[in-house]
């Protein structure tokens, strides 16, 4: 009876074993959670196709996909001065997959100028990296009897309210730009609202608005070809493509500095992990030689930082804009 029961004792001793090997053999052969990326990633660009933003995310997107072999599209959904957009990204699920292209006016100005904001700028977004930067172009149409900067000021308090600039829309960089031009100034011409640089570009050449702060992809080829003249770039120091160009600064306008600047942004609570490595291949991307000769074609240059690092400069920024937004009383047109 002893060696009947242990023998029994023994088999069921070696099924137990042959079970747990079956088991670890079979969990081994299951599909493990896939890292991310797992699934196609969109960025969602608050200007339409060949805005600025536009000409950021593409390369960006293309090359996201040769490394990760997911999709990476770019959406573009102008409007509200970005609010769309950011708006998508805002509400999306927390996983890294949704990424918006962000701005000044969305990050820093929006929350000033909307009476109710569709998301917190503060709280929504997790900052990934810096893209680009860039100084913007002050161009008048041939028509526009001003040379420079000083003739156009003394224009524009000649006609008082009569002159039109166009921008993207409120809070946007050009509207940006022509606030502190203006209260810099103490002069005013009329905002013109469109849902993207292509389409006042067009109003521009035909004369149905007298000037600009554009950015330099946007007007470039047009200054090369005559139809758009020049009168002054927005930083404090001469661009390297415009060298002979004066700043606003040095035209009169003393201590006038404006710059555009875009990020990549994710969802909050996205985890920390999927955000360094979102970080770590694009600012890899942003470094190559044949990106930053694109950003340059198109009057941009390439930047890059840390999350961290990222995240203060919009603080920064949000505080400097914020008083302007204030004082110039910038509201929605």
């Known amino acids: 009876m002893r060696k009947k029961f242990n023998k029994i004792k023994c088999l069921w001793q070696w099924s137990v074993r042959l079970l747990c090997v079956l088991c670890v053999l079979g969990a081994a052969s299951l599909p493990s959670h896939a ?44 409007g509200a001065g970005g609010n769309l957009a950011g708006d998508i990204v805002a509400k999306a699920p927390p996983d890294g997959l949704s990424l918006l292209m962000g701005t000044v006016g969305i990050l820093t100005v929006n929350p000033f100028l909307y009476i109710k904001m569709p998301f917190d700028a503060q709280r929504a977004f997790a900052p990934v990296t810096q893209t680009a930067t860039t100084g913007m172009l002050l161009v008048v149409h041939p028509s526009t009897p001003a040379n420079n900067v000083k003739e156009l000021i003394a224009l524009a308090r000649a006609r008082p309210a009569q ?51 554009a950015s330099m992809a946007n007007v470039i ?9 020049l009168l002054a770039t927005t930083m404090d120091k001469r661009d390297p493509q415009f060298p002979e160009a004066p ?7 003393p201590g006038y500095d404006m710059r555009a600047w875009y990020g990549l942004l994710t969802t909050a ?58 004082s110039a009383d910038l509201r929605p047109e």
């Open 221 to 229: 080829p047009h200054i090369k070809t005559n139809r758009l003249r």
């Open 35 to 78: 890292a991310y990326p797992d699934k196609p990633l969109r960025i969602v660009a608050p200007n339409p196709p060949g805005s600025v933003t536009d000409l950021i995310a593409r390369p960006l997107a293309q090359r996201l996909t040769e490394a990760w072999g997911v999709p990476v599209v770019v959406d573009n959904r102008p």
């Open 269 to 326: 609570g996205t985890p920390q992990a999927n955000v360094d490595k979102l970080n770590a291949e694009v600012v890899r991307i942003l470094a190559l030689p044949e990106v930053r000769n694109l950003y340059q074609v198109a009057g941009m240059y390439s930047a890059s930082s840390s999350p961290a690092a990222f995240g203060a400069y919009i603080v920064a920024e949000r505080e400097k804009w914020g008083k302007l937004a204030k």
């Open 247 to 253: 700043t606003i600064a040095e035209s009169g306008v």
């Open 163 to 213: 002159l039109t600039y166009p921008s993207s829309g409120a809070g946007t960089t050009p509207h940006l730009a022509a606030a502190l031009f203006l209260s810099m100034t103490n002069t005013k011409m009329i905002h013109v609202a469109y849902k993207g640089s292509p389409q006042y570009v067009i109003d521009l050449l035909t004369g149905r608005l007298e000037l600009a702060f």
